[in-house]
């Protein structure tokens, strides 16, 4: 069975931290293959905030949390992390993760993955 599975969310105050958690499964990782976080918060569109691609690690971080948060990969366990620190309240949104079991490489588009998870809630209040 194929499974993208977020887990981690939560509610926080400004300023805190959460780590969101990816577990993948089920499918081949191919050469190139990435990771991504989207996030969408209500009335606006999914956005794209990080990835993380093989075979080299690369990572990218979107401007709006570039310092704040970090993306990192645990292969033995096929598992994704993003670690959220510094909290403001316009981070709230869902987050999702996406997976590609198609060669994509560097990209937060939405076209190039896949496989997508049902999503964490993250809630930061002020």
């Known amino acids: 069975e194929v499974l993208v599975a977020e887990s981690g969310g939560g509610s926080v105050q400004a300023g805190g931290s959460l780590r969101l958690s990816c577990a993948t499964s089920?499918?081949?990782?191919?050469?190139?293959?990435?990771v991504a976080w989207f996030r969408q918060a209500p009335g606006k569109e999914r956005e794209g905030i990080s990835c993380?691609?093989?075979?080299?690690?690369?990572?990218y971080l979107a401007d709006s949390v570039q310092g704040r948060f970090a993306i990192s990969t645990d292969n033995a366990k096929r598992t994704v992390y993003l670690q959220m620190n510094s909290l403001k309240p316009e981070d709230t949104a869902v987050y999702y993760c996406a997976a590609a079991t198609k060669p994509t490489y560097y990209t937060t588009a939405r076209d190039g993955y896949d496989l997508w998870g049902q999503g964490t809630q993250v809630t930061v209040s002020s």
């Open positions: 089920g499918f081949t990782y191919v050469d190139d293959w990435s």
């Open positions: 993380i691609s093989r075979p080299d690690g690369r990572t």
